[in-house]
C-alpha cells in the first residue's frame, strides 16, 4: 500500500599534499560485517516506481528510524519523473512503513534529501533540490535547459510523519552564475561547541563555468536562527563534488568529498569557523573511491583528551561494489578499522548513530535493484583490524 503526502567566485586552483599520491592499488578485502538487522526497504517495482536511489537515513529525537529515497517512475536515470519518497521504522529497522510519498511535482524531479534534526527545537528539517523533468544534467550545467536546479526546504515537527510543503530558498543558497546543484545527499549536522553552536550546517555541491570549461565544487549552506533562514559558505577548491560534514572534537569541520582529482581517494577540506570559509583540499590516502558519493558520521566526541570515534562508509574500490565501512578513533587522520557489507556491486550509502547504541547504513546495492539497511555494534571494530 501506498500512502500519499504529496505537496501540491574566484576561481582558486587546488591544494594537494605535498607529496603525490600514487595510483590507488586494488583495496585488501576486509572482513565481513557482522550485522544485527539486514531488511529491504526500497526495491525495484514496488509501489509502481521502476526503481529507487539517493538514500539518506536520520533518527529522530524519538528514535525514529526515517528512511528517504528517489524513486525514479520511469527509469533509473537522474532525470525526468522523480519522486521524493519516505518509510518510518519504530524497531531500529527491522520493520518499515508503507511507502510514503513526500514531494511529487508531476514529472519534474524532486529528489536529494539530506535531513538534519534540530536538537533544541526537535524539527527535522528537510533539505532539497528540483528540476525541470525534462532538462538532463548536461543540459542545466550548458545553460540550455527550461529552467535550472532549484534548492527547497521542508520540516516535520511530529517525528516525521507530516511535513511542510517545500518552499524555495534558491535566492540565499545558490548564486546566480551556478548550474548544477545538489544538497548533500546524506545528512546534515548541528554544530555542539564553540561559538556557532546550535547552527544547523548542511553539505552541497555545484557546478560553474568558467571560460567554457565546467568547475565542479562542494560548498555548505548554514543556518544560526533554527532553519528560518540560511546561508552560503564559500566554495571549496575544484574538482570536489557531493559531500559529507562531520565535527571534529576541537570544534573544526571536515567535509569529505567526492574527488575528480584522478587518485580514486576522497578529498578532504577543513572549517575553524562553523563552516563558512574552508581550508585547501587534501587527498585521503586510505579512503579508496570510485568517485562516488559517501557518508560520515560523528559516533563519539572525545573525552579526557583522547580524540573521538567517526565512521565512514562508502564502496572501497575503484568501482562501485564492496560497500566498506571504516572507524577513525582519531577524528578521521586515520582509520583503524574497516568492515564489509556486501562483497558485490553497491554505490550511495547513509549512515547513523540509533538510540540503543548501534549503528546503521542505509545504502544501494545490486546494480541499484534495492536499497537496504543494516545494523550493526560498534564493539563487532575492536577485534581485529
Known amino acids: ?27 585488501e578485502t576486509p572482513p565481513a560485517l557482522e550485522t544485527i538487522t539486514r531488511t529491504t526497504v526500497f526495491e525495484k517495482g514496488e509501489a509502481g516506481y521502476h526503481g529507487f536511489r539517493i538514500p539518506a537515513l536520520l533518527v529522530t529525537p ?65 533539505p532539497l533540490t528540483w528540476n525541470h523533468g525534462k532538462d538532463h544534467e548536461k543540459q542545466i550545467k550548458a545553460q540550455a535547459g527550461l529552467d535550472t536546479r532549484r534548492v527547497y526546504m521542508s520540516y516535520s515537527d511530529d517525528d516525521g510523519q507530516t511535513w511542510k510543503p517545500p518552499y524555495e530558498v534558491t535566492e540565499t543558497t545558490k548564486k546566480p552564475e551556478w548550474t548544477w546543484y545538489a544538497t548533500g545527499p546524506g545528512n546534515g549536522i548541528q554544530l555542539t561547541q564553540g561559538p556557532h553552536k546550535g547552527r544547523l550546517v548542511i553539505p552541497c555541491d555545484h557546478n560553474v563555468t568558467l571560460d567554457g570549461k565546467v568547475v565542479r565544487r562542494s560548498h555548505a549552506i548554514y543556518s544560526d536562527d533554527h532553519g528560518q533562514t540560511w546561508q552560503l559558505s564559500e566554495p571549496i577548491g575544484e574538482m570536489t563534488n557531493e559531500c559529507a560534514v562531520v565535527e571534529l572534537g576541537d570544534g573544526r569541520l571536515q567535509m569529505n568529498m567526492r574527488s575528480y582529482h584522478g587518485k580514486n581517494r576522497r578529498a578532504i577540506a577543513y572549517s575553524d569557523d562553523g563552516g563558512t570559509t574552508w581550508s585547501e583540499v587534501t587527498l585521503d590516502p586510505t579512503l579508496i573511491e570510485p568517485v562516488c558519493q559517501a557518508s560520515l558520521i560523528r559516533v563519539s566526541f572525545p573525552k579526557y583528551g583522547t580524540p573521538g570515534q567517526i ?10 561494489e564492496k560497500m566498506t565501512v571504516r572507524l577513525s578513533k582519531d577524528d578521521g587522520q586515520t582509520w583503524v578499522a574497516s568492515r564489509l557489507v556486501t562483497p558485490g556491486s553497491a554505490a550511495y550509502s547513509s549512515l547513523a548513530l540509533l538510540k540503543n547504541g548501534q549503528a546503521g547504513l542505509l545504502y544501494e546495492r545490486d546494480r541499484y535493484q534495492k536499497i537496504e539497511f543494516v545494523a550493526f555494534d560498534l564493539k563487532h571494530f575492536t577485534a581485529g583490524r
Open 1 to 27: 500500500m501506498m500512502k500519499s503526502l504529496a505537496f501540491g567566485l574566484v576561481l582558486s586552483l587546488p591544494f594537494l599534499s605535498a607529496a603525490p599520491l600514487p595510483a590507488a592499488a586494488p583495496a
Open 62 to 126: 524519538k528514535g525514529t528510524l526515517l528512511a528517504f529515497a528517489e524513486a525514479r517512475k520511469n527509469n533509473l536515470g537522474d532525470s525526468g519523473d522523480i519522486d521524493l519518497v519516505l518509510k518510518r521504522s519504530s524497531d531500529n529497522g527491522k520493520t518499515w512503513s508503507p511507502l510514503a510519498v513526500l514531494w511529487n511535482d508531476g514529472e519534474n524531479t524532486c529528489g536529494n534529501p539530506c535531513p538534519v534534526v534540530d536538537e533544541s527545537t526537535g524539527r527535522i528539517w528537510l
Open 311 to 320: 565512521l565512514f562508509s562508502n564502496p572501497g574500490s575503484q568501482k562501485r
